[in-house]
């Protein structure tokens, strides 16, 4: 049999019910297990199992996992006017070099894993590559489970999850979820267990702590980037206005920027380091790559751009703007 090069499929975020819906009319023929909310597919081009449950009112848990022999691209269809906001954690079983891609407003990201919670008005895509099994969860909740459960006005203002509950944010994405994946797991564990009265409040359990969690890390991580923030309005704007008008320049070097702003070159770096994560060279690059896509979505040629933002190499500008956007330079050419 010839495989298809890529399959792809679609859905509409942040409603559950409409979920189910589309994943029965997209495999008619699929093995369909209403008791315990299951669906097993199977074929020559894809391998999947779904699993779906409503552990409470406004909170809705699903269980997935997949495998097939070609590329597969997964497409989340806003929906604004939606009711529910959505958790969901997705992680590739073989961990070799970037097996899945995560698109998201034109911002490309590679990695093995990835969790994200967002609002109806998200706009992303997944793409796994061939022959990579990927599996995890999805928490749909609807905006009167938060109202009941949770009292966001306990946090600080600037808390992202407040964010995206009042749409001043579409979404919180996260390429590091290691420390979620043994409860991930547990989960699905439990889904394939017979559903007695004593498993679904354990199944329950489970997912209650991975909220908590989820919740707690995204506050303390807000927490930290809203005191980098404030470091990097003060003491590191010189160097961060420098830099922003350098991009057709080479890095100037942490010395240069030390001294733009007055301290010594090792307390800069670790101020730098602490408000965003990464190295000022590191930002300097994304910042240049940033560049270097507006310039090709004008309509300029990549040997062009390459030259413009200062790369004398175009095949090094490729490897690194793909590093950083997981595609190259002249898949962007109009």
């Not at 669906?39 to 009112?57: A, G, T, V």
């Not at 998201?104 to 997944?126: L, P, R």
């Not at 919180?172 to 797991?185: E, G, N, R």
Request: charged residues 25%; aromatic residues 16%; contains cysteine.
């Amino acid at each position: 049999m010839e495989f298809p090069s890529k399959i792809r499929f679609s859905s509409l975020i942040s409603d559950p019910e409409k979920y189910i819906e589309e994943m029965f009319m997209l495999h008619p023929d699929a093995l369909h297990d209403k008791e315990s909310g299951g669906i097993e597919i199977q074929n020559e081009i894809i391998s999947s199992s779904f699993k779906y449950k409503l552990l409470e009112k406004g909170l809705f848990l699903f269980s997935f996992s997949s495998y097939s022999p070609v590329d597969a691209e997964y497409e989340f269809v806003p929906n604004p006017k939606a009711d529910y906001f959505t958790l969901v954690f997705y992680f590739t079983e073989n961990r070799t070099k970037h097996p899945l891609y995560l698109k998201i407003e034109e911002q490309f990201y590679s990695t093995d894993q990835v969790s994200m919670f967002f609002n109806g008005e998200m706009n992303a895509e997944i793409f796994i590559k061939a022959k990579h099994k990927a599996y995890g969860i999805r928490l749909d909740i609807h905006k009167g489970w938060f109202e009941k459960e949770l009292d966001t006005r306990y946090f600080q203002s600037k808390y992202e999850l407040n964010e995206v509950l009042d749409f001043q944010r579409k979404g919180i994405l996260q390429t590091k979820c290691d420390s979620f994946q043994p409860l991930v797991k547990s989960i699905q564990e439990k889904f394939e267990k017979k559903q007695n009265a004593f498993q679904k409040f354990n199944l329950k359990t489970t997912a209650y702590q991975l909220l908590q969690g989820y919740f707690e890390e995204v506050y303390q991580q807000s927490a930290t980037k809203n005191d980098g923030k404030d470091v990097a309005n003060g003491e590191l704007k010189s160097a961060l206005n420098f830099l922003q008008k350098s991009l057709y320049k080479d890095f100037p070097g942490s010395d240069y920027l030390s001294e733009l702003c007055k301290m010594s070159e090792s307390s800069f770096n670790k101020k730098f380091k602490i408000a965003f994560k990464i190295t000022a060279a590191q930002y300097f690059r994304n910042l240049k790559m940033k560049e270097a896509l507006r310039l090709l979505q004008m309509g300029n040629t990549v040997k062009e751009v390459c030259h413009k933002i200062g790369y004398q190499d175009q095949s090094a500008f490729g490897r690194v703007f793909k590093q950083v956007y997981g595609k190259s330079p002249g898949s962007y050419v109009k």
